[in-house]
């Protein structure tokens, strides 16, 4: 079982609308990591956040998707309007610093129809 | 191109066998991290390697220290269970953030 808690495992949502999963970083790790995993195995990195600072972000975060990552509460990305495009694996990963290893949530599937 | 290659896309081989993956890197980076993914989409962390070698059981990885290019898993006596997608993931000298390749499917055969 993974120290990195994601939710919900499976999200189904027509185009245009809301997309929202959740990350619960291990205990103790303050920077967390969101990738987008496609269907042909290629990874994207989407943003990074070092306690509740984006330290990186892409260009396409900036525009449809948003993150944050709250004290006390869970980590989000959201997806303010949903494309086909967005359909993949979205992976969660903490560390202790943003350059140890990194420790990977089981991920949500995003399915856009 | 890609920053990161991993080879080969693809291995199958017996129960008993040893297997060597390998990623090159097109410039230094300043650590490697091997994954495998299961069926469930998780991200199963084999080893972090800042230099030298790890083993753990019938696996042992490397990184290059001294040119900080490539990194390789081998897997030593391979077993059903090990079936699944295998991954490296370089962390970028640069940047806050690993670079992963495109993986290795692994498909043990009995």
């Known amino acids: 079982n993974s120290k990195v808690i994601q939710t919900p495992r499976y999200l189904v949502k027509g185009q245009g609308q809301k997309a929202k999963m959740r990350c619960i970083p291990e205990?103790?790790?303050?920077?967390v990591f969101w990738y987008q995993q496609n269907k042909n195995n290629e990874f994207k990195f989407l943003i990074n956040?070092?306690?509740?600072?984006?330290?990186?972000q892409i260009d396409m975060t900036e525009k449809r998707f948003s993150a944050e990552c709250p004290s006390n509460s869970p980590c989000s990305l959201e997806i303010q309007s949903s494309e086909a495009g967005d359909s993949a694996l979205y992976l969660c990963?903490?560390?202790?610093?943003?350059?140890?290893?990194?420790?990977f949530g089981s991920g949500t599937r995003l399915l856009v129809i | 191109g890609d920053q990161v290659e991993q080879s080969p896309s693809a291995l199958s081989l017996h129960e008993g066998t040893d297997s060597a993956l390998r990623c090159n890197f097109t410039?230094?980076?300043?650590?490697v991290q091997w994954f495998r993914q299961n069926s469930r989409g998780s991200l199963i962390s084999l080893f972090y390697?800042?230099?030298?070698t790890k083993e753990n059981g019938r696996l042992k990885s490397a990184f290059d220290s001294k040119e900080r290019r490539y990194s390789t898993l081998h897997i030593r006596d391979a077993q059903l269970e090990d079936s699944g997608t295998y991954f490296c993931?370089?962390?970028?000298?640069?940047?806050?953030?690993?670079?992963f390749g495109k993986g290795t499917h692994l498909h043990v055969l009995p």
């Open positions: 390697l800042a230099s030298g």
């Open positions: 410039t230094t980076m300043r650590s």
């Open positions: 993931a370089a962390h970028d000298t640069n940047a806050y953030k690993v670079i």
């Open positions: 990963a903490s560390s202790l610093n943003p350059n140890s290893d990194y420790t």
């Open positions: 205990k103790g790790h303050p920077v």
């Open positions: 956040f070092q306690n509740q600072e984006v330290l990186q």
